[in-house]
């Protein structure tokens, strides 16, 4: 299948692997490019060399593109960037906030650059910037999540911008990315999918957690710091929620009580004290695969219900 995004990034189905903090490294972003999809190391809070050991890591395991995804937030976010543009990674995903002052940098070293928006007006800002494409993702995601849903979010980034749009939030198999190109988006970007595959490093008990999931099984806590993330239900996000709720427990204290919480559930399967990020489609996903299978998956069922249908992508 070719669209807007398969040609912008030499790849050979519309799917981006989400960039998960504590997730999304070398092993799973190669094991989604040799299954033609894009695979996305999460750079997180990590430092450059940390970070380049992934990217040359991942080097040895495929020769197809990946991309790095950079939390604008960290505070390792600069010599990050500067890297990513020595390294000439083909693709960079951002995160939690505005990446144009390090457009020119990557542009100049031959970068892709897809930020992932939640608003019409930051759409249009990194427009402005130069960037390749936009990822609009909707609030049903795991992990930081914006206000509008997926399908309020898309088809409004999709009329404000004239660069390619990739949707993500709430999307699992070949249903939602028909979904997807129909609210305008020439591709998606998946990450609770990919959580249970082979390749994926997390602990057991992660994935055990996602493969138990119902549709009700996430909740959102953080707003009241300001960086809100959708979670899987556990007895810690419900003493998480009340001390939230608790207007004279200290900001402080709440934000000591999260620290180190999602690499607790990522690497050490700790139930008391790891905060299970997922989607809201945590409920759909109910079988181990490798991540080529879960690729031939969604595009199968996708392509059969295109079939007959002009598509404009």
């Not at 699992?172 to 028909?178: F, H, Q, S």
């Amino acid at each position: 299948m070719q669209t807007k995004l398969t040609k912008l990034l030499g790849i050979q189905y519309p799917i981006i692997q989400g960039g998960m903090a504590w997730i999304a490294d070398a092993s799973l972003a190669s094991a989604v490019s040799n299954g033609g999809g894009l695979g996305i190391i999460s750079a997180m809070n990590a430092d450059a060399e940390w970070v380049r050991g992934e990217i040359r890591k991942c080097r040895s395991m495929t020769d197809k593109p990946f991309g790095v995804n950079i939390m604008l937030m960290s505070p390792y976010a600069d010599e990050v960037a500067q890297m990513v543009a020595e390294e000439k990674v083909a693709v960079v995903t951002t995160g939690a906030g505005n990446p144009s002052r390090f457009v020119k940098a990557w542009k100049e070293a031959g970068v892709k650059i897809l930020p992932v928006v939640a608003s019409t007006a930051l759409a249009r800002m990194v427009e402005r910037a130069g960037v390749d494409a936009v990822i609009a993702e909707g609030g049903e995601s795991g992990g930081h999540v914006g206000d509008l849903t997926t399908m309020a979010l898309v088809p409004q980034v999709a009329d404000a911008v004239h660069i390619p749009v990739v949707a993500a939030g709430g999307i699992a198999d070949g249903r939602g990315m028909v979904a997807a190109f129909a609210l305008g988006a020439c591709g998606v970007q998946m990450g609770t999918r990919f959580l249970v595959a082979d390749e994926c490093t997390v602990s057991d008990v992660y994935k055990q957690k996602v493969l138990a999931a119902k549709d009700i099984s996430t909740t959102v806590t953080g707003r009241r710091l300001g960086h809100p993330v959708r979670a899987i239900k556990t007895a810690y996000m419900n003493a998480y929620a009340k001390l939230e709720a608790d207007s004279n427990y200290p900001d402080e204290k709440l934000e000591a009580f999260g620290a180190g919480s999602l690499r607790k559930a990522a690497k050490d399967g700790n139930v008391e004290e790891g905060c299970f990020l997922a989607g809201q489609i945590a409920g759909m996903v109910n079988k181990r695969q490798p991540a080529a299978e879960i690729i031939q998956d969604v595009m199968r069922k996708a392509e059969e219900m295109m079939e007959g249908v002009k598509w404009e992508l």
